[in-house]
């Protein structure tokens, strides 16, 4: 039941917008997304719950569909710090996280 | 202590060795699971611990990988008679929430094991 995530990979000039979008086969209690630099533990970015929401902080948002099947995350303005992997994790009611594999994220200068 | 802590963080093994994991979660944390990332990779779910109980062992690829909790609060993952294939940083993450409202999952920074 993992999830597809894409891109796998992007590349961004420092100022760029990117979108990483994850999707499911089933519909899903609520879905994580995480970064990981590389050689360091994943940091939590954000949890969405509810069909049909959008919430953000700083320049990162993400949506999650009425159909809970789909999650996007918004990366706008890129910044140098934002380089690294994004995960989602999608949370099966009474299942445990199966994370996606994984969208390389890399912002030049 | 304030986040979850793992060792040892580097741990050099030879193949046939047995290795073991200590994952010490935020303190009064439910939810505490074992992950394993190979290089390059997401993280790949092995086990899942509600307190002392262990929940969802699923993932964990062969009975040489145990893992126990047993007074509901540190972890150990332990390997026997470790392949090669066992190299992988190994991630241990806990939770305020119970399985299904778990929340924010808080990372340790790995242990990362090395079979030669």
């Known amino acids: 039941q993992q999830p597809v995530q894409s891109p796998q990979a992007v590349i961004l000039r420092e100022g760029e917008d990117a979108v990483i979008n994850c999707s499911s086969s089933?519909?899903?209690?609520?879905v994580h997304w995480y970064r990981q630099k590389h050689g360091e533990a994943p940091v939590f970015l954000m949890i969405?719950?509810?069909?049909?929401e959008q919430k953000g902080h700083d320049k990162i948002s993400a949506s999650f569909n009425e159909k809970k099947q789909q999650s996007s995350l918004y990366l706008t303005a890129s910044q140098l710090s934002y380089s690294g992997t994004y995960f989602c994790?999608?949370?099966?009611?009474?299942?445990?996280?199966?994370f996606g594999p994984g969208t390389r994220l890399s912002v030049l200068p | 202590g304030a986040g979850v802590s793992q060792s040892p963080r580097y741990k050099v093994a030879k193949r046939g060795q047995d290795v073991a994991l200590r994952c010490d979660p935020i303190s009064g944390h439910v939810s505490l699971f074992w992950y394993q990332q190979a290089l390059g990779q997401g993280p790949e779910f092995l086990t899942y611990?509600?307190?002392?109980?262990?929940?969802?062992k699923s993932g964990l690829p062969s009975d040489r990988f145990f893992a126990e909790r047993p007074e509901g609060s540190v972890s150990t993952l332990k390997i026997q008679r470790t392949q090669q294939e066992d190299s992988a940083v190994y991630l241990c993450?806990?939770?305020?929430?119970?399985?299904?409202?778990?929340?924010?999952?808080?990372f340790g920074e790995g242990s990362r094991l090395t079979v030669l």
């Open positions: 994790g999608p949370d099966f009611y009474g299942q445990n996280f199966v």
């Open positions: 969405l719950l509810k069909g049909g």
């Open positions: 993450a806990s939770s305020f929430g119970y399985q299904t409202n778990t929340g924010e999952l808080f």
């Open positions: 089933k519909a899903l209690y609520s």
């Open positions: 611990f509600q307190n002392e109980a262990q929940l969802d």
